[in-house]
T-cell receptor, first 109, second 116 residues
Framework: SQQGEEDPQALSIQEGENATMNCSYK?????LQWYRQNSGRGLVHLIL?????REKHSGRLRVTLDTSKKSSSLLITASRAADTASYFC?????????FGAGTRLTVKP | ETGVTQTPRHLVMGMTNKKSLKCEQH?????MYWYKQSAKKPLELMFV???????ENNSVPSRFSPECPNSSHLFLHLHTLQPEDSALYLC???????????????FGPGTRLTVL
């Protein structure tokens, strides 16, 4: 399956700390995307990284991609309570996207 | 707001009822999707429509019946559901006119379905 798997399943940190979430996948991909979901709501796209890119930044987000290890990481710097949400990686093997079960991030004020 | 709306937001139904979920996108996209999200499980892709034609049906039981009358609207008709069908049903759209696998997807807020 080309479905991504996030690690850890849950992460709890203090406001101001950095949060790192990882995603592993099994097959070759064209791109990998990260999404965020607030409780009981729809997913919101955060960032897309293509298979020929190694790192990408967007505000306080930093995404890395290592295609040799079939893994990606999402770093949120200087976290805020409003960052509390579930974070999903989605892998694209060309036909459609597959999502993992997500990492539940809790940022304590 | 992502430009994708879903109604109703909450639905409680008995196993013998028939109901429909509605999704509308205001983004001019060509592809629309139905996902099922159950607690602590990965998002399950149910159906994909591209240019109003169904391009994927991931072995979804026939008690779920999709309909895409035009590129802006997507329905999921429900009948004789089971309690295990209780979940958050998410609709999404993307720009791609093909299967849209490489495209960013824009999600609606979801319909929380409870089957009694």
């Amino acid at each position: 399956s080309q479905q991504g798997e996030e690690d850890p399943q849950a992460l709890s940190i203090q406001e101001g700390e950095n949060a790192t979430m990882n995603c592993s996948y099994k097959t070759s991909i064209n791109n990998l995307q990260w999404y965020r979901q607030n409780s009981g709501r729809g997913l919101v796209h955060l960032i897309l990284i293509r298979s020929n890119e190694r790192e990408k930044h967007s505000g306080r987000l930093r995404v890395t991609l290592d295609t040799s290890k079939k893994s990606s990481s999402l770093l949120i710097t200087a976290s805020r309570a409003a960052d509390t949400a579930s974070y999903f990686c989605a892998t694209d093997g060309g036909r459609d996207m597959r999502f993992g079960a997500g990492t539940r991030l809790t940022v304590k004020p | 707001e992502t430009g994708v709306t879903q109604t109703p937001r909450h639905l409680v139904m008995g196993m013998t009822n028939k109901k429909s979920l509605k999704c509308e996108q205001h983004l001019g996209h060509n592809a629309m999707y139905w996902y099922k999200q159950s607690a602590k499980k990965p998002l399950e892709l149910m159906f994909v429509y591209s240019l109003e034609e169904r391009v994927e049906n991931n072995s979804v039981p026939s008690r779920f019946s999709p309909e895409c009358p035009n590129s802006s609207h997507l329905f999921l008709h429900l009948h004789t559901l089971q309690p295990e069908d209780s979940a958050l049903y998410l609709c999404a759209s993307s720009q791609g006119g093909g299967t849209g696998g490489s495209d960013t997807q824009y999600f609606g807020p979801g319909t929380r379905l409870t089957v009694l």
